[in-house]
């Protein structure tokens, strides 16, 4: 085994000490302040910065709802192929494509996750983003531009788990993991969104609390609202 690789490997295993979050995905349990086992960071100082502002929802589709949100976007996705350039260089191995239009399923799995996810009345960006990710690709750190956003993203996580990342803007050395389980819903509201950078892990590098987890082509389906 090379030095490098050697290397390598003593600076991934030194994110993996856990340090769980004091809270959990259900709201009420955010005031309570329950362990929960979604979020692990590098200091109790930086879970807690990020209280009420992150947030999984494991489980927040069935199977079948995953199925059916699935054959709605494949065939588009289908026809386009993976790129690995993106134009902010934000993103390696993926492909995109936007949805106005959503059969009576996907509709009803969209209105649940704008209930959730977003104030009453708040005005949303009207298209919805899918984003597949190769198996080999990764989303790099970047903070969304507030042109295209608003303060909060929500995402509902097809075909396979991953680690999000979280890195304050300000302070390089400290993070939080996200386990974005497959089917689970994540979100990202104010701070979160613009003060720290998020990526999503290489499969080489996706470890949560020591554990491997292992990466395989992701889909994402993304609301978000627009800019105040």
Same mark, same amino acid.
């Given at each position: 085994?090379?030095? /490098?690789r %050697?290397?390598?490997?003593?600076?991934?295993?030194?994110?993996? $000490?856990?340090?769980? $979050?004091?809270?959990?995905?259900?709201?009420? #349990? &955010? @005031?309570?302040?329950?362990?929960?086992k979604? &979020?692990?960071?590098?200091s109790?100082?930086?879970?807690?910065?990020?209280?009420?502002? %992150?947030e999984? !929802?494991?489980?927040?589709?069935?199977?079948? +709802?995953?199925n #059916?949100?699935?054959? +709605?976007?494949?065939?588009?996705?289908?026809?386009? !192929?993976?790129e690995?350039?993106?134009?902010?260089? #934000?993103?390696?191995?993926? @492909?995109?494509? +936007?949805r106005?239009?959503?059969?009576?399923?996907?509709?009803?799995? =969209?209105?649940?996750? *704008?209930?959730?996810?977003?104030?009453?009345?708040?005005? =949303?960006?009207?298209p919805?983003?899918?984003?597949?990710?190769?198996? +080999?690709?990764?989303?790099?750190?970047?903070?969304?531009?507030?042109?295209? $956003?608003?303060?909060?993203? #929500?995402g509902l996580?097809l075909?396979s788990?991953?680690?999000? *990342? &979280?890195v304050?803007?300000?302070?390089?050395?400290?993070?939080?993991? &996200?386990?974005l389980? @497959?089917?689970s =819903?994540?979100?990202?509201?104010?701070?979160?969104?613009?003060?720290?950078?998020?990526? /999503?892990?290489k499969d080489?590098?996706?470890?949560?609390?020591?554990?491997?987890?292992? *990466?395989? *082509?992701?889909?994402?389906?993304?609301?978000?609202?627009?800019? %105040?």
């Amino acid at each position: 085994m090379t030095l /490098i690789r %050697v290397v390598k490997q003593v600076q991934r295993k030194s994110l993996q $000490c856990p340090l769980l $979050c004091k809270f959990s995905s259900d709201s009420s #349990a &955010l @005031r309570k302040g329950p362990e929960c086992k979604w &979020l692990c960071g590098s200091s109790q100082e930086i879970v807690s910065a990020l209280r009420g502002q %992150v947030e999984v !929802r494991q489980n927040f589709i069935s199977e079948e +709802e995953e199925n #059916a949100l699935f054959k +709605e976007v494949e065939p588009g996705l289908r026809k386009k !192929r993976y790129e690995f350039d993106h134009w902010d260089d #934000a993103i390696h191995g993926y @492909r995109e494509t +936007e949805r106005l239009q959503w059969g009576v399923m996907g509709e009803s799995i =969209l209105r649940r996750v *704008r209930a959730v996810a977003f104030p009453e009345g708040s005005p =949303l960006l009207g298209p919805v983003h899918v984003l597949d990710l190769d198996k +080999e690709g990764y989303i790099k750190p970047h903070i969304d531009s507030v042109k295209f $956003c608003g303060s909060t993203i #929500a995402g509902l996580s097809l075909l396979s788990d991953s680690i999000m *990342r &979280l890195v304050p803007e300000n302070n390089s050395t400290d993070w939080v993991d &996200l386990l974005l389980s @497959r089917r689970s =819903l994540y979100i990202l509201r104010d701070d979160a969104r613009f003060k720290f950078t998020h990526e /999503i892990l290489k499969d080489e590098d996706s470890f949560f609390i020591g554990q491997k987890v292992p *990466r395989h *082509r992701r889909i994402s389906v993304i609301c978000r609202n627009l800019p %105040v």
